[in-house]
């Protein structure tokens, strides 16, 4: 019985610290780039923006992405929720600047959350080293910590 216990608890753990609790860095189809943005070569670091077209909160963050214009380590990409045209339609300046994905297109699901915006994942090659939900004070900070931008210069 005590045996039993053990197994359930070790389950248990390897249950609520796997990686499949982790998104999943998205493959990104050229049938769902709505722009290719400036061309950068490949970076360490993928900051993925998932956004809303028309989300004010996604819209300031959106505005605030040039702080990460100077990371070396680090590209910036844009998932938003809305088809191409609309994108193209409301966020022109937007989908010129970021290589910016229609996620109607690319139908990308993550692991919860899908109809939160904005969030921001880090990811390491393919693994997801950061996920933050919402516009919080700092952020745009934390991402540069960990991206390893160094400090900003304005």
């Known amino acids: 019985m005590c045996l ?3 197994l359930f608890m070790l389950l248990t753990v390897v249950v609520l610290f ?13 049938a769902a780039l709505v722009s290719p943005g400036p061309s950068v070569p490949p970076k360490p670091y993928l900051i993925l923006v998932y ?9 300031l963050l ?5 702080r990460f ?5 680090a590209e910036v990409i844009l998932l938003m929720d809305q088809s191409p045209t609309v994108i193209q339609r409301e966020m022109p300046s937007v ?3 970021f290589k910016t994905y229609s996620n109607a297109v690319l139908n990308h699901r993550f692991r919860k959350h899908n109809d939160i915006f904005p969030q921001v994942f880090v990811f390491r090659g393919p693994e997801q080293v950061l996920h933050l939900m919402g516009l919080k004070k700092g952020l745009i900070s934390r991402v540069r910590r960990v991206v390893e931008c160094g400090e900003e210069t304005e």
Not at 18 to 30: E, H, W, Y
């Open 4 to 6: 039993v216990r053990v």
């Open 62 to 66: 959106i505005k605030n992405l040039h």
């Open 18 to 30: 796997s990686p499949v609790l982790v998104a999943q860095r998205p493959v990104f189809a050229d």
């Open 69 to 73: 214009q100077n990371c070396p380590e």
């Open 95 to 97: 989908a010129d600047s």
């Open 51 to 59: 956004g809303g077209v028309g989300c004010g909160y996604s819209q």
